[in-house]
């Protein structure tokens, strides 16, 4: 069992540009999230997915978009990315009472 | 202000001492709650969850909530080195929808 993996782990993109961020998990879990970490602010909810074909805004969706099309894939995308969206960002699975984390990846926006 | 509030430390300890982390919460819609351990670089690791008052012990942990007072903590016995790492509380909803504390630095001194 991988738990959760996280597609890329560090990138660096310049203002403007667009990337998605993967998100697999291997537990058969119906709830996926997206959250960012910034210092002193701690985790924040992006997104978050209840089911296949499902996707909710979180506390932070702004400049975010996300697709549930697969049970265990949960896709981050920026469509123009900007300098406050350097973070690092985790995905997590699990039950709505727990949650797994992925690695995390680390993205840079200059 | 943030629904969750965690002091960031850093809190420094002997080995073999008793860790005590504490966080208040200001959501009544958190239904349950959960304490991550962060190494640096590293994802959030789950360490417990609990859904009512009172405590819940698991080896060396001991998770305590006070929904009278909104009030939760954690125990660490016989730290370890091991132990020092980003310590995250957080609450959340039916949904999973989590309220991380800015999480507080605990270090185990040898």
């Known amino acids: 069992n991988a738990g959760v993996t996280q597609t890329p782990k560090f990138r660096v993109l310049k203002t403007g540009q667009s990337m998605t961020l993967l998100c697999a998990q291997d537990m058969n879990h119906e709830y996926m999230y997206w959250y960012r970490q910034d210092p002193g602010m701690g985790l924040r909810l992006i997104h978050y997915s209840v089911g296949e074909g499902t996707t909710a805004k979180g506390e932070v969706p702004d400049g975010y978009n996300v697709s549930r099309l697969k049970k265990q894939n949960f896709l981050l995308g920026l469509e123009s990315a900007a300098p406050s969206q350097t973070s690092v960002y985790f995905c997590?699975?699990?039950?709505?009472?727990?949650?797994?984390f992925g690695p995390g990846t680390r993205l840079t926006v200059l | 202000q943030k629904e969750v509030e965690q002091d960031p430390g850093p809190l420094s300890v002997p080995e073999g001492a008793i860790v005590s982390l504490n966080c208040t919460y200001s959501?009544?819609?958190?239904?349950?709650f959960m304490w991550y351990r962060q190494y640096s670089r590293k994802g959030p690791e789950l360490l417990m969850y609990t859904y009512s008052s009172g405590n819940k012990e698991d080896g060396r942990f001991t998770a305590q909530v006070d929904k009278s007072s909104k009030y939760i903590s954690l125990f660490i016995r016989d730290s370890q080195p091991s132990d020092s790492a980003t310590y995250l509380c957080a609450g959340g909803d039916s949904w999973g929808k989590l309220q991380f504390g800015a999480g507080t630095q605990v270090v185990v001194t040898p």
């Open positions: 959501n009544s819609a958190f239904q349950y």
């Open positions: 997590a699975s699990g039950r709505s009472d727990t949650q797994y």
